[in-house]
């Protein structure tokens, strides 16, 4: 019988520190990097997410790496929203949105019809 073996957590957090870099890598790439490259970085990071538990180490991880955070965020979004989000720019953001919500409802439902006056079909 062949018993696998899974990785221990400082193995996974290294893989999963190596690939949240290259991912940074290609980020900010100034050379054009291929679709099915960047895709195949953000899915063996996906899978590396899913053998690190959360804590203190990977929170170092994603705070040194933004692209790896916003993806690990992304993946978990179903369960903690945008947890590694400012709140400062997420309250600013919703602020900003409610205001502007706000002064579209108090405006009169106008058409825009230049040519008061003119409907469709007559000059």
């Known amino acids: 019988m062949t018993t696998t073996q899974t990785p221990s957590s400082s193995a996974s957090l290294t893989v999963t520190h190596v690939l949240a870099e290259l991912l940074e890598r290609l980020e900010h790439s100034a050379e054009p990097v291929g679709p099915e490259q960047y895709l195949s970085v953000v899915n063996h990071l996906v899978e590396a997410f899913s053998d690190v538990g959360y804590g203190v180490e990977l929170g170092a991880l994603l705070d040194a790496h933004p692209a790896a955070a916003e993806l690990y965020e992304n993946i978990n979004y179903q369960y903690a929203g945008l947890c590694r989000s400012p709140l400062e720019t997420s309250l600013s953001a919703e602020r900003q949105a409610r205001q502007v919500i706000e002064r579209a409802m108090r405006q009169p439902n106008q058409p825009n019809q230049?040519?008061?006056?003119?409907?469709?079909?007559?000059?």
């Open 114 to 123: 230049p040519n008061k006056g003119v409907t469709d079909g007559q000059s």
